[in-house]
């Protein structure tokens, strides 16, 4: 199955941060971001990646909360 890739501003709409704020995160290798997929100079994420992400995310804040 192809990826569904999804473009860096509908990204910026998905998560409500500006262009910098993703470029902050993707500079920080902690925060273990979805890196970009580059193509003709633009910048797009795998959904399947970002779906992921979130989820991780979500586990860490309820053991967060558990503790």
Same mark, same amino acid.
């Given at each position: ?5 999804? !473009? %860096? ?7 409500? &941060?500006?262009?910098?704020?993703? $470029?902050?995160? @993707?500079?920080? !290798? %902690? ?7 580059? &193509?003709?100079?633009?910048?797009? $994420?795998?959904? @399947? ?19």
């Amino acid at each position: 199955m192809a990826k569904r890739l999804i !473009p %860096d501003a509908q990204v910026c709409r998905r998560y409500s &941060i500006h262009t910098s704020t993703l $470029r902050n995160w @993707d500079n920080d !290798p %902690d925060l273990k971001f979805p890196e970009p997929i580059r &193509i003709r100079n633009r910048k797009f $994420r795998d959904e @399947d990646a970002l779906d992921q992400f979130d989820q991780d995310r979500a586990a860490a804040e309820r053991n967060e909360s558990a503790a």
